[in-house]
C-alpha cells in the first residue's frame, strides 16, 4: 500500500444503490470495507456471503471484510471464496489466534487482528508481527457514525511501536468515528488504513469526501 489509504465502510451506503455508491469512489481508494455482523458479537445484523459475492462481481477494489461474528472459524473459507482478499476477525471471538491466521493465509487472504476497546491494548502484543493486519476499534463495534472513542490515539501508538520495534510491515488500521477532525490524529499516532463509513458514504459525493479525508492527512 501506499503511505497510507482510506477503507470506506460499505456499512453507511445506500444498500439499495450499492454498486453507484462504491463505483463512485473509483480511483480515489484502493480499498473497500465490508462490516460482517452476526447479532451475537455485536448488537447488530449486516451483510454477509451472498452480498460480498455479489460486488466482487463488480469491483476491484481490495476487499477488507471485517468479521463481528462469534466462531470466526467456521466461515473463514466462504468469505475467502467470496471474494475478501483480507479477512479480520476479533481476538475476543476466538482462544486460536494461530490458527485462524493459518487458515486465512491458507484461503490466499491477508490475516488480520480485530480489538474492541474495553480489550487491554497489550493482548495485541504478541500478535503485532505474526498476522498481516491489525485493526483498532475507536468505537464499540456495530454501528456507524458513532464517535471517536477518548484514548483511541495512545492504543494506536502503543501497536504503532510495537510494530516498529520488531520491524515488520503489518498494515495497522483503525476503525470508528474517522472524519475530518479525527483522520490527522488517527495518522499521527500511526495508523495507515483509516476505515471511514459515514464520514465517506453519509455525503453526497462519496469520492470527494475521500479525497477531502486525504488532505488533512497530507495538508
Ligand atoms: C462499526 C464498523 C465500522 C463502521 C465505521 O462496528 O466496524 O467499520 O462502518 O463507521 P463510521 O466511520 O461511521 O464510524
Ligand atoms: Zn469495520
Known amino acids: 500500500m501506499n503511505n497510507f489509504d482510506i477503507a470506506p465502510s460499505i456499512l453507511s451506503a445506500d444498500f439499495g444503490y450499492l454498486m453507484r455508491d462504491i463505483d463512485n469512489l473509483k480511483g480515489t481508494t484502493e480499498y473497500l470495507h465490508l462490516d460482517v455482523m452476526d447479532g451475537h458479537y455485536v448488537d447488530n445484523l449486516s451483510i454477509g456471503i451472498p452480498v460480498i459475492k455479489s460486488i466482487r462481481k463488480h469491483s476491484d477494489l481490495i476487499f477488507d471484510t471485517h468479521l463481528m461474528i462469534t466462531n470466526p472459524e467456521k466461515y473463514i473459507s466462504a468469505f475467502a471464496k467470496a471474494g475478501s482478499d483480507m479477512i479480520t476477525f476479533h481476538i475476543e471471538c476466538t482462544e486460536e489466534a494461530q490458527a485462524l491466521i493459518d487458515s486465512i493465509r491458507a484461503e490466499g487472504c491477508k490475516a488480520g487482528i480485530a480489538i474492541h476497546p474495553d480489550t487491554p ?21 456495530g454501528f ?5 472513542m477518548d484514548g483511541s490515539n495512545e492504543r494506536i501508538n502503543a501497536i504503532r511501536q510495537a510494530i516498529d520495534a520488531k520491524g515488520a510491515d503489518t498494515i495497522l488500521s483503525v476503525d470508528g468515528g474517522i472524519n475530518m477532525n479525527t483522520i ?16 465517506v458514504f453519509a455525503k453526497e459525493d462519496p469520492a ?12
Do not use: F, H
Not at 456507524?144 to 471517536?148: D, E, K, N
Not at 490527522?184 to 464520514?199: E, I, P, S, T
Not at 470527494?208 to 495538508?219: D, S
Open 121 to 141: 491494548i497489550e493482548v495485541l502484543l504478541p500478535w503485532v508481527d505474526k498476522c498481516d493486519l491489525i485493526l483498532i476499534m475507536s468505537v464499540r463495534p
Open 144 to 148: 456507524g457514525g458513532q464517535g471517536y
Open 184 to 199: 490527522k490524529g488517527a495518522y499521527d499516532a500511526g495508523a495507515r488504513l483509516l476505515v471511514a463509513g459515514n464520514a
Open 208 to 219: 470527494q469526501a475521500v479525497k477531502e479525508l486525504k488532505a488533512c492527512v497530507t495538508a
